[in-house]
C-alpha cells in the first residue's frame, strides 16, 4: 500500500515546455505539499493546500501552479521549463500541517534539457 | 526568517558506535520539530516528530531532544547499524503560515563502517 505516490518517476524534457507531476496520497490527509530538492540536496516548500486554500512560497515562480481535482490529489504543473528547473520534486501530505507527521512520495526527477 | 542548520555535515563511525546529529533552529515559534531518513534515489521517511510542547521522543535506537529556548535539537542514535546509513534531515514546522510549513536543513549525511 503505498501511501503517498508521484507520476512519472523521471521526468526529461526541452527548455520551454510545458509538463505536469502528479501525486495522491491514500492516507485520508487534509494538507498536501510540494517540495523541490535542487542538486545540492537542499530540500524547499513551494505549496501547501489545505481545504482549498492554496498558499503559496513567494520564492516560487509563477509558471508554477498546483492544482488539485480533490483532496487526495494535488499535481503540479510546470510552464515554460527553464534549465533552472531541474531537480527532484516531492510530494508529501499530513493530517495537519501543524501537529502531524508529513508522510513524502518517492520524488520525480526533473530534468530539462 | 526560519533557518535550519546541522552540524556536521557529514560523519563517519564505525558499527556499534552511539552518535549524536545535531539540530538548531533561529525561530523558537515552533509547532513542532520533525527528523527524517533520505536514502539515495529515495524520498524522505519520518523518524521521530517531537511537539513544541515536549522535550524528547523516542523509536528503538533513536531518540530526539528538543530545546525551544535555546533552538536546539539532538538525535541520538544508539549501536549503530551499517542500515543506519544515510542523510538525516531535521524540520521546523513553525507558525508562519502553511508554505513556510516545514524549514529543513541542509542534512547530516551519515556512513556506518561494517
Known amino acids: 500500500d503505498t501511501a503517498v505516490s508521484q507520476t512519472p518517476k523521471y521526468l526529461v524534457t526541452q527548455m520551454g515546455n510545458d509538463k505536469s507531476i502528479k501525486c495522491e496520497q491514500n492516507?485520508?490527509?487534509?494538507?498536501m505539499y510540494w517540495y523541490k530538492q535542487d542538486s545540492k540536496k537542499f530540500l524547499k516548500i513551494m505549496f501547501s493546500?489545505?481545504?482549498?486554500?492554496?498558499?503559496i512560497n513567494e520564492t516560487v515562480p509563477n509558471r508554477f501552479s498546483p492544482k488539485s481535482p480533490d483532496k487526495a490529489h494535488l499535481n503540479l504543473h510546470i510552464n515554460s521549463l527553464e534549465l533552472g528547473d531541474s531537480a527532484v520534486y516531492f510530494c508529501?501530505?499530513?493530517?495537519?500541517?501543524?501537529?502531524?507527521?508529513?508522510?513524502f512520495g518517492p520524488g520525480t526527477r526533473l530534468t530539462v534539457l | 526568517k526560519q533557518e535550519v542548520t546541522q552540524i556536521p555535515a557529514a560523519l563517519s563511525v564505525p558499527e556499534g558506535e552511539n552518535l549524536v546529529l545535531n539540530c538548531s533552529f533561529t525561530?523558537?515559534?515552533?509547532?513542532?520539530l520533525q527528523w527524517f531518513r533520505q536514502d539515495p534515489g529515495k524520498g524522505l521517511t519520518s523518524l521521530l516528530l517531537?511537539?513544541?510542547?515536549?522535550r524528547e521522543q523516542t523509536s528503538g535506537r533513536l531518540n530526539a531532544s528538543l530545546d525551544k529556548s535555546s533552538g536546539r535539537s539532538t538525535l541520538y542514535i544508539a549501536a549503530s547499524q551499517p542500515g543506519d546509513s544515510a542523510t538525516y534531515l531535521c524540520?521546523?514546522?513553525?507558525?508562519?503560515?502553511?508554505?513556510?510549513?516545514?524549514?529543513f536543513g541542509k542534512g547530516t549525511h551519515l556512513i556506518i563502517q561494517p
Open positions: 508529501a501530505s499530513s493530517q495537519d500541517w501543524q501537529t502531524d507527521t508529513q508522510y
Open positions: 517531537i511537539q513544541s510542547s515536549q
Open positions: 493546500y489545505n481545504n482549498k486554500e492554496l498558499i
Open positions: 492516507l485520508g490527509h487534509d494538507t
Open positions: 525561530d523558537s515559534a515552533i509547532y513542532n
Open positions: 524540520a521546523a514546522s513553525h507558525s508562519g503560515g502553511g508554505a513556510d510549513g516545514l524549514t
